[in-house]
């Protein structure tokens, strides 16, 4: 009986840590896309929001800054940019870090890519980051949504 139990709950467990985050459907009609260009300049005003968020590329390099996070950024080709392309910082979950790695890192690339994500502002330095949820959404037929990877 013992062995059943412990079965079980690691069941639980391991189906909530690898679960999609969900949204309830008036949660998730509230979900605005936005290119990095606009969402560069209006992420302060989107503290804890989430977003969907339309990109080229990723960043080559992961930062290790936390044991369950890692840094990286988006980029997208930007003719009104200085540098002709524009960046927003992302937040990745370990768990997530191989899924985010599979999107291309190549800077020519011009294919669309969205990504989901909460707009967050990380205490220490005062700024505004993406902390990514996933790339693929599920609906189900009452309109509720489960974003992952």
Not at 23 to 30: E, G, H, I, M, S
Not at 60 to 74: F, T, V
Request: charged share 25%.
């Amino acid at each position: 009986m013992r062995t059943i139990l412990i079965a079980f709950f690691t069941a639980i467990f391991l189906a909530s840590a690898f679960a999609g985050q969900r949204f309830d459907a008036a949660a998730w009609k509230n979900v605005e896309t936005y290119d990095v260009p606009t969402l560069f300049k209006q992420e302060a005003s989107l503290i804890n929001r989430v977003v969907a968020v339309r990109f080229h590329y990723r960043s080559e390099k992961l930062r290790h800054l936390q044991p369950n996070w890692y840094e990286a950024s988006i980029w997208q080709h930007d003719p009104n940019a200085k540098k002709g392309y524009s960046a927003l910082r992302v937040m990745v979950a370990k768990k997530d870090v191989p899924a985010f790695q599979t999107i291309t890192s190549d800077f020519h690339s011009m294919t669309e890519n969205t990504v989901y994500a909460r707009v967050e502002k990380d205490p220490d330095n005062n700024l505004a980051y993406l902390r990514l949820l996933g790339r693929k959404v599920a609906l189900d037929s009452a309109g509720n949504a489960t974003v992952d990877w």
